[in-house]
């Protein structure tokens, strides 16, 4: 079939797996030809390693189009294949959306209650027409399946989501992870829980913001608390990609915020 290979420097990716339309056949001939298994005991055991103050994941990977854009093609060669190679692309998905339904089926049958999708998603990269085309009917078919096996399913959306808004709404995502306000985002909080009021929301604090003097981080995560969960549900803060350089100082007046919004 031929073969297929990708470059690093310092973890970032240099050359994308996919290039031509070969190499699409290639990814397809492995995606098809790919067996996936449980893994429950690995989890199991991790699952007793990290308690009582932590909560393994059940990792459900991406869905088949953010698969493509985010681990097998990257932006810039996203945009010419869907005009070049629609059709290689295209069967692609046929063959990771099959692989993504063994992949639910197995999660669905496994221990654990959070699922993380890790979608990478930001709405100015697909834009709402290929959300609704080819994002959501995979959420509306799959996440039913792993909800009515008690999962709660979380989506890693970590950039700008406004022009989806709606579309998301509509989405049965229970949890909406890395959720991040501006400027990195184009949503503040108060937005967010507006148009998703019942979603849980897992949201980044801007890494900026930890090199605040403590009195005015304080205020900004209390403000958000009051944007977010004015009932005071339904919202967790976390660092999603590395702790600010500060992290032993800046931490302590997050929490000690947190603190004060549970007197």
């Known amino acids: 079939m031929g073969e297929v290979y990708e470059t690093f420097i310092d973890n970032w990716r240099q050359k994308y797996l996919l290039e031509t339309a070969e190499d699409y056949a290639v990814m397809t001939y492995v ?28 990792f459900a990977g991406r869905t088949p189009l953010q698969t493509i854009l985010v681990d097998y093609v990257g932006l810039e060669n996203f945009a010419y294949h869907l005009a070049d190679l629609k059709p290689e692309m295209m069967e692609l998905y046929e063959a990771l959306l099959e692989k993504f339904r063994r992949i639910v089926e197995i999660v669905a049958g496994g ?29 509306q078919e799959l996440f039913p399946v ?92 976390e660092v999603s990609e590395q702790y600010p350089a500060n992290w032993k100082e800046s931490m302590l007046v997050v929490l000690e915020a947190l603190r004060e919004t549970r007197v």
Request: hydrophobic share 40%; proline share 9%; charged share 20%.
């Open 31 to 58: 995606t098809r030809h790919t067996d996936i298994l449980p893994a429950y005991d690995t989890f199991l055991a991790l699952e007793k390693d990290i308690a009582p103050y932590g909560i393994a994941l059940s």
């Open 111 to 139: 221990p654990g209650r959070f699922v993380s999708v890790l979608e990478n998603f930001t709405a100015e990269t697909l834009g709402p027409v290929r959300f609704e085309h080819m994002l959501l009917p995979v959420y």
């Open 146 to 237: 792993l909800q009515s096996a008690g999962k709660i399913v979380g989506t890693h959306y970590d950039g700008k989501l406004s022009s989806c808004r709606e579309l998301i709404t509509r989405a049965p995502i229970d949890l909406v992870e890395s959720l991040t306000p501006p400027p990195e985002g184009d949503m503040t909080l108060a937005e967010c829980r507006a148009a998703w009021p019942d979603k849980l929301f897992w949201s980044n604090i801007n890494v900026a913001c930890y090199n605040l003097p403590p009195e005015q981080l304080t205020a900004l995560v209390l403000d958000r608390v009051e944007e977010a969960a004015p009932d005071g549900k339904r919202l967790a803060f």
